[in-house]
């Protein structure tokens, strides 16, 4: 369940999903070991959470460093998804967010206005998700290091010691 078994851990340093210890306690150094599951987890906790609002700015100024087409193609999708709820909730705002032309990160009510029809938008935490967090947190490699109790035991000095501390010679 979301922050109860899972969440994201907003004061830690890492972006992505970690396990909880119980409901809004997330585990201590603790992270999910296998990468799908940590994907798949993010991506959860981020639907149901949102984007804060340091977040909402970040993906904005990401988006400003695409070509021209970039830009108007991930914005629109954004505008699109949350035309109805500004449509709704505030009319005098559409025209303030219809094109990223429009669109200004130092202007403090307009990021305001922007947090609230765009925080909770799937398209916006999918952009956000993939060019801010992934990037930045999954490291792959390019070889894995795994060993087993047959690679330990071949040693120069035959000198074996069981697991769990038990002698074994």
Known sequence: RHRVDFGIAR???KRLAVPFRFADT???????????????FTVLA?????????????ALKTLLTLGDNGQRSFYNNWFRA?????????????ELLDCIEKIDVTNVAQMEKMWQFY???MH???FFLNYCVFPAETDQFASRLTATSWNLAQNPSNCIVGFS???DN
């Open 119 to 121: 925080h909770n938008n």
């Open 82 to 94: 949350s035309s109805d709820q500004i449509k709704a909730e505030d009319p005098e705002c559409f």
């Open 124 to 126: 916006t935490i999918n």
């Open 165 to 167: 501390g038990t002698n």
């Open 26 to 40: 997330p585990d201590e150094r603790s992270e999910f070991a296998h990468p799908d599951c940590a994907i798949a």
């Open 46 to 58: 981020y639907y149901h959470d949102g984007l804060t609002k340091n977040e909402l700015t970040q």
């Open 11 to 13: 004061s830690g340093r």
